[in-house]
């Protein structure tokens, strides 16, 4: 079975969509072998929950994540406003 997980997965790797920019992440940390795994793993969630909800799979993009983190530090903005804090924008990012 994770065979053929690997193998879609591979086959994904020249499209531009939230799985194979999911491998070439990993891909870039740990190596060829995890990214696949990774990959495969992911796309055999993302097939359990299209089974399980009855929903069609709906492709979130390949710039899912960093949409999603940008949504997250603008929440972690609207909060601090709220408790009463100023932001002020600068040109420096700190991590």
Same mark, same amino acid.
């Given at each position: 079975m994770k065979t053929m997980a690997v193998e879609c997965v591979l086959a994904t790797s020249r499209k531009n969509n939230r799985i194979a920019s999911h491998r070439?992440?990993? +891909?870039?940390?740990?190596?060829?072998?995890?990214?696949?795994? !990774?990959? !495969?793993?992911?796309?055999? +969630? @993302? !097939?359990?929950? @299209?089974?399980?909800t009855g929903e069609p799979y709906q492709e979130l993009g390949s710039n899912y994540l960093e949409e999603k983190q940008n949504n997250k530090e603008l929440k972690m903005i609207e909060y601090l406003k709220k408790k009463g804090y100023t932001i002020d924008p600068s040109e420096q990012q700190t991590a």
């Open positions: 070439k992440r990993i +891909t870039k940390r740990q190596g060829k072998m995890k990214g696949r795994i !990774a990959s !495969a793993h992911l796309l055999l +969630t @993302i !097939a359990y929950n @299209i089974l399980k």
